[in-house]
Structure formats: structure tokens, C-alpha cells
């Protein structure tokens, strides 16, 4: 089924089926009979968005761009695919992801020590590579023409060191991927819309992460199209949220005591109050099973994220002695 919201000034998103619905979208930009994709879920999006582009009137060779904000799965799964049915499209990605996306051999064994070999596969399907021919690394400051719009990179680490959010001038606004963290629409109060960090493994670093919000900020962005899941405004309260999200979330790592699964469910847990606090204090509109259900995967993610954290903090501190 065709899921296909369209939003202000030629920005479209289409529902990924990643999941459940609403849980990731694939964002098609529209410019003078041109087309920019950003993100491209896994494999089995792919004819969504064919579908998406037949009903936008975009035929596949009117694409130009494909653009991923990292190469986390549920984002760039597939690319390979869709880059194959879009003959004059070029896949811009960082340049840590480059080799990656080339040769997805050593993606797809991080994905399986996530997830499992076969509950990977079930999600993703198998990879399939990109020619480097067909590749622009997007390096910070890159900026990129789609007709007359004008779309540029930043380099914005934190949820991961592969990670840019793409600036459209035209729309005043980012699509930030995870960077600007989650928002899922079923949590909406009278289309007040709430936020939370993501801290999935392996790369989140809470520095970078409170750097690159920040430095989205500064852009004084009307709105953000994430992939989890599409836009928000008020972008300046939902930022503020993060920021302190964030520095709750460590903070709950740190106080974990112990190692391996015993310190994984105290984390888990602790994530499971912060939201439980969220909910009261913002007055989401689901209860609090509810919540916790809709977020299940994503808290659990979550701690596991912070887990590689504390570990990666405690090897630098051992080097550093």
C-alpha cells in the first residue's frame, strides 16, 4: 500500500514498511521536474518508491540524487537496489561509508551482530553493492543542484561517524535522519509533536551529538524532516528536549552498576522511567503500556547504544593512564 504524505514546498514522504507504519520514512524532494531521494529503508522499499515517484509524475531516469544520512540499515538497506532501477541517479553518502556501500560485506556482519543472522536477512534482505563510479562522497559543506534548489551536506556525528543531515535552502529545513533524534507521529497531542534522542550502537558520542543539534540550530530551520518519522516543527523546543534527553539518558548509563546483561537491563529500565516521566510530564496520547510498547525497540537499542558507550569510555580511559 501506497503511503504518501506531501508536505510544503515539493517535499513528499513516503512510508519505508520498515517495521510498522510510521516508523521510517523515505523522503522524495520535487524541483523542476527533478527528484532527490533521501534515505531508501531496506530492499523491500523499494517498489514504494517507484510507486511514489509514478504517482508524482517522476520518471526513474528524472532522478538525480539519492542521498543517505548514514548507512544504518533501516536507512540505506536499500540503496543498492533502488540505485538499480534509477539509471542517471548518483548515491551520495559520507565518506566512511563509501567502502561500505561499494563492498557491503563488513555492514552486513555489523548488522548481524546487532540482530542476528536471521532476523537480519528477515529485515533487510540481501545487499547489494553500488559501482564507486556511481558514488559522490558528501563531504561537509558539499552542496548539491536539484534544478534550481540548492541542497547542502553537514557533517553531523553523534548517533554515528557516517552520519551528514542535508540542508534544502529552498524548504528552510534539514532532513536529519537520526541526528535530530525521533518523533513518532502516534505520540502527537493536537499535532504537538515530541521528541527523544537515539543512541543506538555503535558510534553514539553525546558530545558530538549536543554539537551537531546545535549546529543545526543555528540554521534557524522552520522545519526537520527525519526519518523517524518525517516533520516537525518548533524546532527550538524540540531541540531543547533533546539536549536534555540526552544528557538524562547518560546520565542513567552511568549510575548502571556492573557489566553485560545485568547492566544492560538496569539501563533498560531506567530509560523505561525517563519515558515514563516524558509521558506525564508532556501528556503524550497514548498511556503508559502504550508508550512503552510503541518505543520497545527503540529503548532497547537505545541501551544497548550506551552500553558500547561506557565501554568505548573505559578503553579511553585505560589508554589514556
Aim: aromatic fraction near 6%.
Amino acid at each position: 500500500m501506497l503511503d504518501l504524505i506531501s508536505h510544503a514546498d515539493g517535499v513528499h514522504a513516503v512510508d519505508s514498511g520498515y517495521g510498522r507504519p510510521q516508523l521510517a520514512a523515505i523522503h522524495i524532494i520535487v524541483q523542476d521536474g527533478r527528484a532527490a531521494i533521501v534515505d531508501t529503508g531496506s530492499n523491500a522499499s523499494v517498489p514504494r518508491v517507484l510507486g511514489a515517484l509514478a504517482a508524482l509524475g517522476i520518471a526513474p531516469e528524472a532522478v538525480d540524487w539519492v542521498l543517505l544520512t548514514h548507512i544504518h540499515l533501516d536507512h540505506a538497506g536499500g540503496a543498492g537496489s533502488l540505485m538499480c532501477a534509477l539509471p542517471h541517479a548518483r548515491l551520495v553518502v559520507h565518506p566512511r561509508g563509501v567502502r561500505h556501500m561499494t563492498d557491503p560485506s563488513r555492514l552486513w556482519d555489523a548488522t548481524c551482530a546487532v540482530y542476528g543472522p536471521e532476523r537480519a536477512f528477515a529485515l533487510y534482505g540481501r545487499l547489494v553493492p553500488v559501482a564507486a563510479e556511481r558514488i559522490v562522497p558528501a563531504t561537509d559543506g558539499l552542496e548539491l543542484k536539484l534544478g534550481g534548489r540548492c541542497l547542502r551536506i553537514f557533517d553531523t556525528p553523534g548517533h554515528a561517524r557516517h552520519h551528514v543531515c542535508i540542508w534544502d535552502d529552498s524548504a528552510r529545513a534539514f532532513f536529519t535522519g537520526d541526528t535530530f533524534g525521533l518523533s513518532y507521529r502516534e505520540l502527537d497531542v493536537d499535532g504537538r509533536a515530541f521528541i527523544m534522542p537515539t543512541t543506538t550502537p555503535t558510534q553514539f558520542e553525546p558530545e558530538a551529538m549536543h554539537a551537531s543539534i546545535d549546529r543545526m540550530l543555528a540554521m534557524q530551520p522552520q522545519a526537520m524532516y527525519l526519518t523517524h518519522y518525517s516533520r516537525i516543527t518548533e524546532v527550538d523546543r524540540l531541540g531543547a528536549d533533546l539536549h536534555r534527553l540526552i544528557d538524562t539518558m547518560v546520565a542513567v548509563a552511568q549510575a548502571a552498576r556492573g557489566d553485560g546483561v545485568a547492566r544492560h537491563v538496569e539501563i533498560l529500565a531506567g530509560l523505561e522511567q525517563i519515558m515514563r516521566e516524558e509521558a506525564a510530564r508532556q501528556n503524550w496520547a497514548l498511556n503508559e503500556d502504550e508508550t512503552l510498547d510503541l518505543l520497545r525497540m527503540d529503548l532497547e537499542l537505545n541501551a544497548q547504544g550506551l552500553g558500547v558507550w561506557l565501554d568505548s569510555q573505559r578503553v579511553t580511559a585505560a589508554e589514556t593512564a
